[in-house]
């Protein structure tokens, strides 16, 4: 990539966040309710990135998306430990391919432990492919 002396870039700083470190199960078990919990926080950054075209703009924007993200495993932790084992452990050691299908039983205890403790449903087939239309002002940056 070529850049010219007037382009900025951030510096480490800048872009140092805690990162998320989970396991590709891990994240795949708390994925549906993640994406539902930080939804606000994800739409503002993929508009972001969508409107103004430069990731350098967006970065606060991305930070948040991370901050939720740890809020939210970090709730999860604290409130259905056990039953978040249980599901990412079964999506791991079921299949080759961590399909779903295998761990209904294990998804639908944490399911419930999580609209139970954290007051988040598990989104229905479809949620996330929806039109939704934001609020939020880009632009003005």
């Given at each position: 990539?070529?850049?010219?002396?007037?382009?900025?870039?951030?510096?480490?700083?800048?872009?140092?966040?805690?990162?998320?470190?989970?396991?590709?199960?891990?994240?795949?078990?708390?994925?549906f309710h993640l994406g539902k919990s930080c939804e606000n926080q994800n739409n503002?950054?993929?508009?972001?990135?969508?409107?103004?075209?430069?990731?350098?703009?967006?970065?606060n924007e991305g930070k948040a998306v991370t901050s939720c993200a740890l809020d939210?495993?970090?709730?999860?932790?604290?409130?259905?430990?056990?039953?978040?084992?249980?599901?990412?452990?079964?999506?791991?050691?079921?299949?080759?391919?961590?399909?779903?299908?295998?761990?209904?039983?294990?998804?639908?205890?944490?399911?419930?432990?999580?609209?139970?403790?954290?007051?988040?449903?598990?989104?229905?087939?479809?949620?996330?492919?929806?039109?939704?239309?934001?609020?939020?002002?880009?632009?003005?940056k």
């Open positions: 990539m070529v850049i010219t002396n007037d382009i900025t870039l951030p510096s480490d700083e800048e872009l140092t966040v805690q990162e998320l470190n989970l396991s590709t199960s891990a994240l795949r078990a708390g994925a503002e950054f993929m508009l972001c990135r969508q409107e103004l075209d430069d990731p350098r703009a967006c970065i939210f495993f970090r709730k999860v932790k604290k409130t259905c430990h056990e039953e978040f084992l249980q599901y990412a452990t079964c999506l791991d050691k079921s299949s080759g391919n961590m399909a779903f299908g295998h761990c209904r039983k294990t998804q639908g205890v944490f399911d419930k432990c999580v609209s139970d403790n954290l007051g988040i449903d598990r989104p229905e087939y479809g949620y996330f492919t929806r039109a939704k239309v934001s609020n939020v002002l880009i632009c003005n």
